[in-house]
């Protein structure tokens, strides 16, 4: 059972701004990664729905994540079906995020009140994710529909809309400061935030500096 409510949730990734999005196979380094961002300031988290038996380890990294860290949200990615979601969603996740908008989806979400992020890639698929109850969409993959031009462009007609761009999205200031002045709500950000050198070398502490970061960055231009 989800800890946060959706308005919770979604007031946390505005106030953030960052969304690590993470998978591995194995869950100790699902618990170092989770307790390295942690430590560099991150409160939202995003486990990727890949690879089997991924619904063990998020349920594992989850239990272990609520008894060390009660205030990090935790939530699910990748997920594309209404099965899924449910799944996650009795394993605890507080939130699912899609790479597409599925109504099915949508409406387990619903019923049990939790925040649903679905991707989307054009102003009509974002309306429609509004009408089915998304309160933040992601637009994905977020630099091959348009970067933050595409951002802006949606904003102008319907400044109400909340985006979280995922794909095309760096750690360094100058592609940061372009996101935000677009006006996106947050981003979500997976392997430019966890290079496959630092994750080799089992680095964390490059991860905890680089979040710290990437959210000092991030308060700078929201």
């Given at each position: 059972?989800?800890?946060?409510?959706?308005?919770?949730?979604?007031?946390?990734?505005?106030?953030?701004?960052?969304?690590?999005v993470?998978?591995?196979?194995?869950?100790?380094?699902?618990?170092?990664?989770?307790?390295?961002?942690?430590?560099?300031?991150?409160?939202v988290?995003?486990?990727?729905?890949?690879?089997?038996?991924?619904?063990?380890?998020?349920?594992?990294?989850?239990?272990?994540?609520i008894?060390?860290?009660?205030?990090?949200?935790?939530?699910?990615?990748?997920?594309?079906?209404?099965?899924?979601?449910?799944?996650?969603?009795?394993l605890?996740?507080?939130?699912?995020?899609?790479?597409?908008?599925?109504?099915?989806?949508?409406?387990?979400?619903?019923?049990?009140?939790?925040?649903?992020?679905?991707?989307?890639?054009?102003?009509?698929?974002?309306g429609?994710?509004?009408?089915?109850?998304?309160?933040?969409?992601?637009?994905?993959?977020?630099?091959?529909?348009?970067?933050?031009?595409?951002?802006?462009?949606?904003?102008?007609?319907?400044?109400?809309?909340?985006?979280?761009?995922?794909?095309?999205?760096?750690?360094?200031?100058?592609?940061?400061?372009?996101?935000?002045?677009?006006?996106?709500?947050?981003?979500?950000?997976?392997?430019?935030?966890?290079?496959?050198?630092?994750?080799?070398?089992?680095?964390?502490?490059?991860?905890?500096?680089?979040?710290?970061?990437?959210?000092e960055?991030?308060?700078?231009?929201?």
């Open positions: 059972m989800a800890r946060f409510t959706r308005i919770e949730v979604t007031q946390k990734m505005k106030e953030t701004g960052m969304v690590p993470f998978y591995n196979a194995d869950p100790e380094v699902c618990k170092k990664v989770v307790k390295a961002c942690y430590d560099g300031g991150v409160r988290f995003e486990f990727t729905n890949r690879g089997d038996f991924a619904t063990l380890i998020f349920a594992e990294l989850n239990k272990w994540a008894q060390h860290y009660p205030d990090l949200i935790m939530g699910v990615g990748s997920v594309v079906d209404e099965g899924t979601a449910a799944m996650y969603i009795a605890g996740a507080n939130f699912i995020v899609s790479p597409l908008t599925d109504e099915a989806t949508a409406r387990v979400c619903n019923k049990r009140k939790i925040a649903w992020s679905p991707g989307c890639a054009t102003a009509t698929e974002i429609r994710a509004h009408e089915l109850g998304a309160e933040i969409v992601k637009i994905f993959p977020g630099a091959q529909v348009g970067g933050p031009g595409f951002v802006k462009a949606v904003k102008g007609p319907m400044p109400w809309t909340s985006i979280m761009p995922t794909g095309g999205v760096a750690p360094d200031e100058e592609n940061l400061k372009s996101w935000f002045e677009a006006g996106v709500a947050c981003v979500g950000m997976g392997s430019k935030l966890f290079s496959k050198k630092v994750l080799a070398e089992e680095n964390y502490a490059a991860i905890t500096k680089k979040c710290e970061e990437v959210l960055i991030i308060r700078k231009y929201k």
